[in-house]
């Protein structure tokens, strides 16, 4: 899940030089077989818009804990010209691109190699380029939120019982690394009531995967709701049984972040829930694409903190 930012012109360049600090090692797939690192290597977050991408700033200060000098811009592709945007920014020397919304899937369907965890979700947010020349499409959004419950938060999502509201593409992309962390059961409650019953069915093999409607969410003792939806980003109220889902004990967690999940982060805080924001899941996801490009994952925590603190 990246945010999004248009900078006029394209371009922002990132030069740093700072001491080497190593972060913790996460279990994760190997990173690509990618070409030859460079004193200048160039990346990029693509999407439409990127107006508000804390991105560039976030592999600011990785490249900075390793003393490593990069090129991170952000770049606003036009929603017909995702592909061609892409392809240019490779052919020009690019090494690797975060994508965000509304690009996905595009992402995904245009590499030519796909993760695991990529196929699972049908979507990408991490392309690199490989030595030969090939594309190569991951997932992180997952890995991120499941960083950030575990080793932020100090969730235990294994054998914990976790609501998820919504069915769309942020939902898809995290619920294969959270059924992989072992939880007792997962339960998708979605408006489209469809949509929900495809989703569970897709990650049936998975684990204990359940679906309902928005106003059929069981009375149980959830430890975790998660919000995939963009409810809140739109402004929206959610038809939930607050009374029934959020209680003292429960962590409540929006994936969006900042304002966009103030909202639905106030409802869960007034019944006693446990509130964080996606802020922490956007930092740990582009820590493991900078580990897939750069061979080396980096701290995290003083990033999140530094980023609230500027954000206060």
Not at 85 to 101: C, I, M, P, Q
Not at 208 to 226: H, K, N
Not at 249 to 275: I, S
Request: net charge positive; aromatic share 6%; charged share 20%.
């Amino acid at each position: 899940m990246l945010a999004q930012e248009a900078i006029a012109g394209g371009r922002t360049a990132i030069l740093l030089k700072l001491a080497l600090v190593r972060g913790p090692a996460i279990m994760a797939p190997a990173p690509p077989a990618l070409p030859p690192k460079s004193s200048m290597d160039r990346y990029a977050v693509i999407g439409n818009p990127v107006a508000h991408s804390l991105s560039p700033a976030i592999h600011a200060r990785f490249a900075a804990q390793f003393a490593e000098r990069i090129e991170y811009v952000a770049l606003a592709a036009p929603l017909d010209g995702f592909r061609a945007s892409v392809e240019r920014f490779f052919r020009e020397g690019g090494r690797g691109a975060n994508v965000t919304l509304p690009f996905k899937m595009e992402a995904f369907e245009l590499a030519h190699v796909r993760s695991q965890r990529a196929r699972e979700s049908g979507a990408a947010n991490f392309l690199a380029r490989r030595e030969d020349g090939t594309i190569a499409a991951d997932n992180t959004d997952g890995a991120g939120l499941v960083a950030d419950l575990r080793d932020n938060l100090g969730m235990d999502i294994e054998g914990a019982s976790i609501l998820m509201i919504g069915a769309g593409g942020a939902a898809r992309g995290v619920i294969g690394p959270l059924l992989g962390e072992g939880p007792a059961r997962l339960v998708v409650a979605n408006r489209d009531v469809e949509r929900g019953r495809a989703l569970a069915a897709r990650f049936a093999s998975a684990g204990q995967v359940e679906s309902c409607a928005l106003d059929r969410i069981p009375d149980t003792a959830f430890g975790l709701v998660v919000n995939a939806t963009s409810a809140s980003t739109l402004g929206m109220p959610l038809a939930l049984p607050d009374e029934s889902i959020f209680r003292p004990g429960v962590l409540a967690y929006d994936m969006a972040y900042g304002a966009n999940a103030r909202a639905f982060l106030e409802r869960a805080a007034a019944r006693g829930a446990r509130a964080c924001d996606g802020l922490g899941m956007l930092v740990e996801q582009a820590a493991e694409s900078f580990r897939l490009w750069r061979g080396r994952r980096p701290a995290t925590r003083e990033v999140i903190a530094e980023l609230r603190a500027g954000r206060a």
